[in-house]
């Protein structure tokens, strides 16, 4: 019971770090049609960002509060992480819009492949550490021989995730941008035809799906302490996972997905073999694959037209 | 006479090799009712959406209030205060019909979004009780309704409807009728029609033009239109009404 309440309590936390990522998959996918096999690597390198100004802010300007510190980590990775995006949309992926379906698609798979080696060659190959920012935890459960604790990290990483899902919730049902992007999922031309700018608003869905990535990425960071280079592949996939599990296109379905793979990657290492959780996400995409592809949320195809 | 409000000069557009548009010449006048007939593939539907680049017009000129818009990006034509009700209807399904309404007003900042719908919804009565219904459950005619409601809410000086009446009840659709004669009338909204009701559009209009196979064959004002012999046998098949 006690095991299994703590890995509610870690799953949950990487399911947060997952649903957060796989919202950017799953808006592009909305909005152009296209799995934007960089968005994992976009992640990494959000968490190198993150990585670089908190040891710039620490060491360099030596500010000691810890809550400050993340705070000014999580608006400069989310500001540069945007940027990369808007750019890597403007140069990769726009220029090939109106061509061949695969096209838009081959060129992200390169751009994976670019981003991660050049934090590679930039950073080096080796993992990168920092000393653990946040320390504490609240005991909730103790069973003698087993403590269930919630640790300060896993509330920042919740509360953190509840309250950019909100402000990105908000902005998207919410506010003419939110709903110069639904039109433009739903019909292009039409949403032209009344004065929105489609180039621009896929431009934004770029640069938001990558505030979210790297707002995971500085989490990430926080909740683990150690990134690599090669730290794009295995939770790009994993979130992706997440968005096709929780039905692509959806929003709510990617944040419930994400959890749902994080609980399940918890759960199976703890009960199971820990050396196979990765085989578990991608039996998981798989499966869904064949037997749910709409996803749990995907958005039934009956509409008249 | 003053310049057209909207003057389409030997427009050509086509679809890959497809020619759809052949050299196209077609005037709407401020404060006028234009309308277009013709069979179906004769490039009634391009024309309007070429207004808009879409496609993009590969010869021939077309000017808007002065201003050459043969190349400008569609935004910023939508934004010059054209709209337009097109094909299909195209309303956003997943969207309810308000947020509908509010895409439709996006395009004019200026316009008093409140008054606008009231007035809006004062000529769509059906759609005040379904505001916040998703589009796409909505049933067809009140589909039409909202896309002319939608391309309404901008407050366009010119409205280009493209087949308005289609798969409406024949009272309904006269509704429709009455709504654009009322709004040209009362509002001095100048608008350019494409119908495959015939009798009733160019019954309408002030002036009508015949597409045959990407070009214009005929124009004329409406009345006179309508009492030509060719006309009578292609599209009013025989006088039937
Ligand atoms: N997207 C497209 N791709 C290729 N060809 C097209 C496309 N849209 C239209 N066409 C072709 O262009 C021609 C003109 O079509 P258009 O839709 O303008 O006709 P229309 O006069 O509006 O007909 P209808 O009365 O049936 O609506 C047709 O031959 C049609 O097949
Ligand atoms: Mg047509």
């Known amino acids: 019971m006690e095991v299994f309440v703590q890995q509610l309590i870690n799953g949950l936390t990487l399911g947060s770090i997952y649903g957060l990522i796989a919202i950017g998959y799953t808006m592009v996918f909305g909005i152009i049609g296209m799995v934007n096999f960089a968005h994992g690597d976009v992640f990494m390198v959000s968490t190198f960002i993150a990585l670089v100004t908190l040891l710039i802010v620490t060491t360099w300007i030596g500010i000691s509060s810890v809550v400050i510190a993340l705070f000014i980590v999580l608006v400069v990775a989310m500001t540069l992480t945007s940027l990369v995006n808007w750019a890597i949309e403007r140069l990769a992926y726009r220029p090939l819009r109106g061509s061949f379906r695969l096209a838009p698609l081959i060129s992200a798979i390169g751009m994976s492949i670019f981003l991660s080696n050049f934090v590679q060659v930039a950073q080096g190959p080796r993992n990168k550490s920092v000393p653990p920012l946040v320390q504490g935890e609240f005991i909730l459960m103790d069973g003698g021989v087993y403590q269930v604790t919630l640790s300060y990290k896993q509330l920042i990483v919740w509360a953190v995730t509840a309250i950019l899902l909100a402000a990105f919730w908000y902005v998207v049902s919410r506010t003419a941008l939110g709903r110069s992007q639904r039109a433009c999922e739903q019909d292009q031309k039409m949403a032209a035809l009344l004065g929105v700018d489609v180039d621009r608003t896929i431009s934004i869905t770029f640069v938001m799906g990558a505030a979210l990535a790297a707002v995971a990425g500085t989490m990430y960071l926080m909740y683990y302490g150690v990134v690599n280079f090669n730290d794009g592949f295995v939770p790009g996939v994993k979130a992706f996972t997440a968005a096709v599990l929780g039905g692509i296109g959806s929003l709510p379905g990617a944040v419930i997905g994400g959890l749902l793979i994080g609980l399940i990657e918890t759960m199976w290492s703890a009960y199971f073999s820990i050396d196979y959780k990765d085989v578990a996400a991608f039996a998981i995409l798989a499966v869904t694959l064949i037997f749910l592809p709409q996803g749990i949320l995907g958005r039934p195809d009956v509409e008249k037209v | ?241």
Do not use: W
Not at chain 2, 49 to 63: D, L, S
Not at chain 2, 66 to 80: Q, S, V
Not at chain 2, 119 to 127: A, D, I, S, T
């Open chain 2, 1 to 241: 006479m003053t310049e057209p409000l909207l003057s389409i000069r030997g427009v050509k557009a086509s679809y890959g090799h497809v020619a759809a548009l052949k050299g196209v010449d077609l005037d709407v006048s401020e404060g006028e009712i234009v309308t277009l007939i013709g069979a179906n593939g004769a490039g009634k539907s391009t024309l309007m959406m070429t207004v808009f680049g879409k496609p993009r017009a590969h010869a021939g000129q077309i000017i808007y209030s002065g201003e050459d818009i043969t190349r400008r990006p569609t935004h910023l034509i939508a934004r010059m205060r054209i709209a337009q009700a097109p094909e299909g209807r195209r309303i956003f399904a997943r969207m309810s019909v308000y947020e509908n309404l509010q895409m439709g007003a996006a395009v004019n900042p200026d316009a008093d979004f409140e008054q606008n719908l009231e007035h809006v919804l004062g000529l769509f009565p059906r759609l005040a009780q379904r505001l916040h219904q998703r589009g796409g459950t909505l049933s067809g005619g009140e589909q039409q309704m909202l896309a002319i409601a939608r391309a309404l809410m901008g407050k366009p000086r010119l409205l280009l409807l493209d087949e308005p009446s289609l798969g409406l009840a024949p009272l309904i659709a006269q509704q429709i009728f009455d709504i654009i004669h009322e709004l040209n009338a009362r509002d001095r909204l100048t608008v350019f029609l494409v119908e495959q009701n015939a009798y009733h559009a160019l019954k309408l209009a002030h002036r009508g033009y015949v597409m045959v196979n990407g070009l214009i064959t005929m124009a004329g004002s409406g009345r006179d239109l309508l009492e030509r012999p060719e006309v009578k046998a292609a599209y009013l098949e025989g006088g039937r009404h």
